[in-house]
């Protein structure tokens, strides 16, 4: 019998149907609770889906059922369901692990909330790598290795997606707060009128809601790291308050008025110009320096791409883990890879290696098999004449640009990652006929005298490249 990993608490039949099927794509063996057995309580469980659902009894029941499995199993919660803000707001929030997930489910936030409850319950035994030797990288390396020992302010600071979290994480684990816990908070996601009660706790009758006393992060965290994640996000009257702590250690519970110590290391993030934010009134410049005693700037990936075949690595390792396949790519698909822009940085790298995977799980990944926006240019053998021509028509040297140097780059270095060479020659050939044409005024037996060849020799390479109908005869 198939084992099932996956359990999912959804009434509505057709949304249960969506989410099984997501997760089986996803490599997870998904099984809908009311069809659970009694043998299952036994199964390696990894996750749980819960979406409608008739109260929190209900849910509870079900994770009973799966034994020592139930507790502490990581949650993946569609942020409609009936028992969400219960989860969230729960007393064991800080014991159990829950991503909310909006519906209709997408595929991109989908995978993205599983990574997130996967790294979040894999830190312990399992360190995520922090991967990296490029010069930027290495430079990052050595600051994580200065400050981790220091209960110093860290303030990281990056695109999105650059791995500021994980730098976090990273310091946290190299201090001798790493038996400790490492606590992050979106400071961004949680709405502001929420937030302190989340970062001091609350007293019991707080607020409209408050039924119990709660503890807050800063008490979850002590004696480890508090990761303040999205602090450009924070409004000011939080930034006053969270200043005061830093200032005085000393905080209280929303409601209640003993102060408590702390002892937590704070290592904030942004992807903020916070700077600016401080000229626009935004942001406060105490709080600023108080966070940014020791400042580390994440780079993006674009800014260092031979990291690429090592976090490609990386990630490959982390999808076998899960149970998935690795995925190969070609030399082609590298190059491509080195061109592209990455945005959404190392984030967007994990993607669509995962992406891949998922697709090709057999073979190797070539330029042409990539999402469109990664291929960037077309290879010189899918482009016909006319194409081709046009292309060449319609910028003064669109052919070099196509072919993946961009100006200030040298044809004759081997770009991070390497290249294709025929096409890469292909691209250096066309370049200069067309250039030769150009300054022949398009008579092909000057321009063949420019480049030293038989005017036999260039027609035939005109033709091969789809460019006669270019040239005047002779
Ligand atoms: N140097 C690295 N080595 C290995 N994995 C990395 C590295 N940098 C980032 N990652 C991975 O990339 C993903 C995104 O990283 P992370 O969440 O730390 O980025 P971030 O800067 O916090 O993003 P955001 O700004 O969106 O919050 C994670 O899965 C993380 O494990
Ligand atoms: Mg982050």
């Keep these: 019998m198939k084992s099932s990993n996956f359990l999912v608490v959804e009434s509505d039949a057709s949304r249960a149907e969506t989410v099984a099927s997501a997760l089986a794509f996803l490599g997870y063996r998904p099984v809908l609770a009311h069809r659970m057995q009694a043998a299952d309580a036994a199964e390696g469980w990894r996750a749980a889906y819960v979406g409608t659902v008739e109260d929190e009894a209900e849910l509870e029941g079900y994770l009973a059922a799966l034994g020592r499995h139930g507790r502490n199993l990581p949650l993946l919660v569609s942020a409609d369901s009936p028992v969400a803000s219960a989860l969230i707001a729960g007393d064991d929030a800080q014991s159990l692990n829950v991503e909310l997930i909006d519906m209709p489910l997408r595929y991109e936030r989908l995978s993205e909330a599983l990574r997130t409850l996967q790294s979040r319950m894999q830190p312990v035994q399992n360190h995520l790598r922090f991967v990296g030797q490029s010069g930027p990288m290495q430079r990052v390396n050595a600051l994580i290795r200065q400050v981790a020992p220091f209960d110093s302010s860290v303030l990281v600071l990056g695109e999105s997606g650059s791995g500021k979290e994980l730098v976090a994480r990273t310091i946290h684990d190299c201090s001798p707060r790493r038996d400790k816990p490492f606590v992050a908070i979106n400071c961004g996601a949680i709405p502001a009128e929420l937030l302190e009660s989340e970062l001091f706790g609350h007293e019991k009758g707080a607020f409209t809601g408050a039924i119990s006393t709660r503890k807050g992060r800063f008490e979850m965290a002590e004696g480890g790291t508090l990761f303040l994640d999205e602090i450009g996000d924070m409004s000011l009257p939080m930034q006053v308050k969270l200043l005061r702590v830093l200032q005085e250690r000393v ?39 108080r966070l940014s005693v020791f400042p580390l700037e994440m780079p993006a990936l674009r800014q260092r791409l031979e990291d690429l075949p090592a976090l490609i690595a990386e990630f490959n390792q982390r999808l076998l883990q899960r149970g998935l396949t690795s995925v190969r790519f070609a030399p082609s698909a590298m190059t491509a ?18 992406r891949m995977a998922i697709l090709m799980p057999q073979g190797e990944v070539r330029a042409a098999d990539l999402p469109e926006k990664y291929r960037g240019a077309l290879r010189i053998e899918e482009v016909s004449g006319a194409a081709l021509i046009a292309m060449m028509e319609a910028e003064p040297e669109p052919v070099v640009e196509t072919f993946g140097f961009s100006n200030d780059s040298d044809p004759a270095v081997l770009p991070l990652g390497g290249l294709d060479l025929k096409d890469h020659l292909a691209g250096i050939e066309i370049g200069l006929i067309r250039q030769a044409l150009n300054s022949a005024n398009g008579v092909v037996a000057h321009a063949a005298k420019l480049l030293r060849v038989q005017r036999t020799t260039l027609v035939e390479k005109l033709r091969k490249y789809g460019l006669s109908e270019t040239v005047q005869a002779g």
């Design 337 to 354: 890879l080195c061109r592209h822009p990455w945005p959404g940085n190392v984030r967007e790298l994990s993607n669509l290696v995962e």
């Design 251 to 289: 905080f209280e519970r929303v409601g209640g008025n003993r102060p408590q110590r702390c002892d937590v290391r704070i290592i904030a993030a942004t992807h903020r110009d916070l700077e600016g934010a401080i000229e626009r009134g935004g942001f406060r410049e105490d709080l600023f320096y």
